[in-house]
Nanobody, 121 residues
Framework: QVQVVESGGGLVQPGGSLRLSCAAS????????MGWYRQAPGKQRELVAE???????NYADSVRGRFTISRDNAKNTVYLQMNSLKPEDTAVYYC???????????????WGQGTQVTVSS
């Protein structure tokens, strides 16, 4: 079993900052790409940022220059530092991880339960 758990969401004023964390645990052999997605009410889930095991990063145009994704492989954790937040960043943020199991060697994509980020004055 693999678990992916996010933390760090909340309410912040426009222009403020938040840092999201996502930790994977359980039957983990190798973690490949880890990423953050978000889904606003009435909209489809979209990619925010992703980072490969080699730390290559990719960002949505709407967040590039404001958000920074990073990972700590020793802790099986990915972070999303969000600066200069805007009301349009309000959404549920989901962590995603591409993991090969340690025992059984199966590979799958795992999602966290989501954490709410609300940007409002």
């Amino acid at each position: 079993q693999v678990q992916v758990v996010e933390s760090g969401g909340g309410l912040v004023q426009p222009g403020g900052s938040l840092r999201l964390s996502c930790a994977a645990s359980g039957n983990i052999g190798i973690i490949y790409t880890m990423g953050w997605y978000r889904q606003a009410p009435g909209k489809q889930r979209e990619l925010v940022a992703e980072i490969t095991s080699g730390r290559y990063t990719n960002y949505a145009d709407s967040v590039r220059g404001r958000f920074t994704i990073s990972r700590d492989n020793a802790k099986n954790t990915v972070y999303l530092q969000m600066n200069s937040l805007k009301p349009e960043d309000t959404a549920v943020y989901y962590c995603n991880a591409d993991i090969r199991a340690y025992s059984g060697h199966t590979r799958g994509t795992y999602w966290g339960q989501g954490t709410q980020v609300t940007v409002s004055s």
